[in-house]
């Protein structure tokens, strides 16, 4: 079946710096990928969709300036955590639909920690 | 997306089948029923999807009322490994973005 694959899966920064996570669907095309956030013992909260070759479209609460998303390609879509805060630890998940739209294809998940 | 409802929380005896509920009442015609797991951290994994029809796979059966308003997920024989939370969903016709409620969190005890 369709994989989808998340890099890194955990990672640790300090605070103030930034951090890019990669979304990759490695057996199919994805013009939309989606971004979620999920916080310990709470349920995946969607953040963001994510469209190949134009502007990600963010939830209402989300700041764009601080989860970049960039979609450059049909099978990488990438979040960036700028300046991150020890308020922004948590557990980031990405997940693509099949070509033929049946199934959403859900990542590993990167575990992020600022220190 | 159709709101769902489910029960915060199951048990299960090993062996035994798992009926999880989920109540669905606004679901509109074309839009589907999935149902997705996750495991303690580790990211959703797919189980079963349908639209009108009882479903059945390697991992589930999927029983949708005739109504459409709710259904279940039936983990014939359920083992530790399906220890999870599981996560019915109805993402919106078209727009194919999934939204999480709490879902329920099944435990299998031996």
């Known amino acids: 079946g369709a994989v989808v694959s998340q890099h890194p899966s955990w990672v640790i920064c300090k605070s103030g710096t930034s951090v890019k996570i990669e979304c990759r669907s490695l057996?199919?095309?994805?013009?939309?990928m989606f971004w979620y956030r999920q916080f310990p013992k709470q349920s995946l909260m969607l953040m963001a969709t994510?469209?190949?070759?134009?502007?990600?479209?963010?939830e209402q609460g989300v700041e764009k300036d601080k989860f970049l998303i960039n979609h450059a390609s049909l099978t990488l879509s990438t979040l960036t955590v700028t300046s991150a805060h020890p308020e922004d630890s948590s557990f980031y998940i990405c997940?693509?639909?099949?070509?033929?739209?049946?199934?959403?294809?859900f990542g590993q998940g990167t575990r992020l920690t600022v220190v | 997306d159709a709101k769902t409802t489910q029960p915060p929380s199951m048990d299960c005896a090993e062996g035994r089948a798992a009926n999880l509920p989920c109540n669905h009442s606004?679901?509109?015609?074309?839009?589907?029923v999935y149902w997705y797991r996750q495991i303690h951290s580790q990211g959703p994994q797919y189980i079963i999807h349908g639209l009108k029809n009882n479903e059945t796979n390697e991992m589930a059966s999927l029983i949708i009322t005739e109504d459409r308003k709710s259904s279940t997920l039936i983990l014939p024989h359920a083992t530790l490994r399906d220890t999870a939370v599981y996560y019915c969903?109805?993402?919106?016709?078209?727009?194919?973005?999934?939204?999480f409620g709490a879902g329920t969190r099944l435990t299998v005890k031996p």
């Open positions: 057996d199919f095309q994805a013009t939309t």
């Open positions: 997940s693509a639909w099949d070509r033929a739209d049946t199934e959403a294809f």
């Open positions: 969903i109805v993402p919106l016709y078209n727009n194919n973005d999934m939204r």
């Open positions: 606004t679901i509109s015609g074309n839009e589907y």
């Open positions: 994510s469209n190949e070759g134009s502007k990600a479209t963010y």
